[in-house]
């Protein structure tokens, strides 16, 4: 059964600070594997998805890697801003092929001070 | 840019009653899910659906849940008789290969 694992749970740091926000997953064999941002009480954003042939996918300040082998993936955001503040999920589908339903982990709340 | 519709945005019933949580799909996409979160928690798989019908669903879709596409827009969430650990967001996703978009969640309290 796969499982997702996000380390930290929660992280505050200054602003303009680069970090990294991990995820860990128990099956390797997914073909994606999905960054979501979720404001409080809002829904869930879409930031990157990686296909499990790509080792990495950026978008702006964010680059999400991913190695299958060791089932990681990271979250790297550049020059953080107060407005980065949210709780960032990752989710993976549970093997490769035959499911379309996302696993998520229970996230990493993110705090950036001004 | 094209977006996920839910509605109503918060439900309040009484334990028993039943609701219908709705919305509306980004328009050329072909899968639609149902999740939900209770709070604090995980976001969860509750239902997949493709080709009108169910394609997969989790063991907390019991014969209290049921979903429909009434019309070429809308995916529906029916509840028959909620229970108070109904109590939870609800979000409702869809996509056109992999990459999954969200709504923005019904939040239902059960009282």
């Known amino acids: 059964k796969q499982e997702v694992t996000q380390i930290p749970a929660a992280l505050s740091v200054p602003e303009g600070e680069n970090l990294v926000l991990n995820c860990s997953f128990t099956?390797?064999?997914?073909?994606?594997l999905q960054w979501f941002r979720q404001d409080p009480g809002k829904g869930l954003t879409s930031l990157l998805l990686?296909?499990?042939?790509?080792r990495e996918q950026t978008s702006g300040r964010l680059n999400a890697s991913l190695d299958k082998s060791s089932g990681r993936s990271t979250l790297y955001i550049a020059a953080s801003q107060p407005g980065d503040s949210a709780t960032y999920l990752c989710?993976?589908?549970?093997?490769?092929?035959?499911?379309?339903?996302?696993?998520f982990g229970k996230g990493t709340k993110l705090t950036v001070n001004p | 840019e094209p977006e996920v519709t839910q509605t109503p945005s918060h439900q309040v019933t009484q334990m028993g009653q039943e609701v219908i949580l709705r919305c509306v799909p980004i328009?050329?996409?072909?899968?639609f899910y149902w999740y939900r979160q209770i709070l604090g928690q995980k976001v969860e798989f509750l239902v997949s659906?493709?080709?009108?019908?169910?394609?997969?669903k989790s063991e907390i879709f019991d014969d209290q849940f049921s979903v429909e596409r009434p019309d070429g827009s809308n995916f529906t969430l029916k509840i028959r008789s909620t229970k108070l650990e109904d109590s939870a967001m609800y979000f409702c996703?869809?996509?056109?290969?992999?990459?999954?978009?969200f709504g923005p969640g019904t939040r239902l309290t059960v009282t």
């Open positions: 996703a869809s996509s056109r290969v992999y990459e999954q978009y």
């Open positions: 099956d390797s064999a997914i073909y994606n």
């Open positions: 990686i296909q499990s042939s790509q």
């Open positions: 989710a993976v589908p549970p093997f490769q092929g035959g499911s379309e339903k996302l696993v």
């Open positions: 328009s050329n996409h072909l899968y």
């Open positions: 659906f493709y080709n009108n019908e169910i394609s997969e």
